[in-house]
């Protein structure tokens, strides 16, 4: 019973962190509308945001393994959660001085700790408890992700995106007292939230410090090397897929605003009385005290909260199909939601592309399972380069951007497609065998 009682908490401060990197991974985007006002980018320069984000688990994947394997998993999530604390400490200065080299520096370091915390939770939370459970406890801990992931749209309208935010052209004409006041304003807009995420991130780190987790897992010498790991055919594609997988939905995740706002979808929202009164509940307020960016921004909401709910659904269809099958169906799907929201405008085109984020929700553990089968002892090198193929979220969102700065939004969805055709060709490639997940 007291073994019990141990796991049962154990699991519950390990699914925090789910929570925790869920939420600021999709927090993020909601300063890309403001940074690129801010600092008058191209959409180009703006998905940058991402590449310094997500760059980081290209580098720091592979070493944030090697780390734990010296140091253990409780000292190394100790680590993450202090080396995230760290990286939202940095936005305070980076606010109030306007200095967007900061504000990447702010997001890698930020997204290091958040390395070491995959790293680390994943295979822990596996283990806590009976083999047989394992998948049910990660489906839940991934739910609690995808729930912070929802939640994060409404703060990110609610604090980032709420206030108007001024042209240099607009900044120029104001006189140095007026100045003064808009950039204190425009630095709490981005302050508040995020020093509150290092207070909170500190907190739990304290409590991790002193908690008496389970000494669990043990180190075992590892045969095999990468260099075997990259002969496995089925698995370098599968790094790819997670690659194209991770960078399209943080593409759509990332532009959405923008998108909507390109679509003048304002207006339509305020003249429709359903779409109105959707907006004012999330919000809280009506809808002439707030920005615009903030009344599209609200809906980014249903994206991720998609997510959350086919995990659910998604969890079920691969218990009774060939999950290989069910990732095939939920790529076609999302690339047919896609051409609509292309060939469509006004609230058809924003609902479908909205819709996309339901059809995410079961492709990164599909895939990483698919990936991981047959290949033995090599599963840990594995496993590293899978979450190395995260850096799609630094790569395919800057492309995004430029083909947008080129061509528009909607064109420039047909560079998405091409990411998701990969899945479904992976998808059904791997639906010839029955795949268990362990």
Known sequence: MKQQ???RTSFILLTTLFFLWGFITVLVDSLIPRLREL?????FQAGMVQFAFFGAYFLLSIPASYMLSKIGYKKGIILGLVTMALGCLLFYPAASYRVFGVFMLAYFILAGGMTILQVAANPYVAILGSEDGASSRLNLSQAFNSLGAAIAPLIGALFILS??????DEISGLTETAKESYFTSEALAVQTPFLGLALFTIAIAVVFLFAKLPKLIKETTIEGTYTDAFKQKNLMQGVLAILFYVGAEVAIGSYLVNYFLDM?????IKENELMRSIAEGLLNSGLANNDNKAIVGV????????AMVGRFVGSYLTKIMKPGKVLGIFASIAITLILISISTTGLLSMWSIL?????NSIMFPTIFTLAIK?????KPKASGLLCTAIVGGAIIPP?????TDIIGFKAALVFVIICYAYILWYGYKNSKKTILYV
């Open 5 to 7: 009682k141990t796991y």
């Open 264 to 268: 003048n979808l304002v207006a339509i």
């Open 163 to 168: 206030d108007k935010i001024k042209t240099k």
């Open 374 to 378: 047959g290949i033995g002892e090599l």
């Open 355 to 359: 819709a996309v984020g339901l059809f």
């Open 399 to 403: 492309l995004y951007g430029y083909f």
């Open 299 to 306: 809906f980014v909401v249903f994206y991720w909260s998609g």
């Open 39 to 43: 600092f008058t980018l191209t959409y």
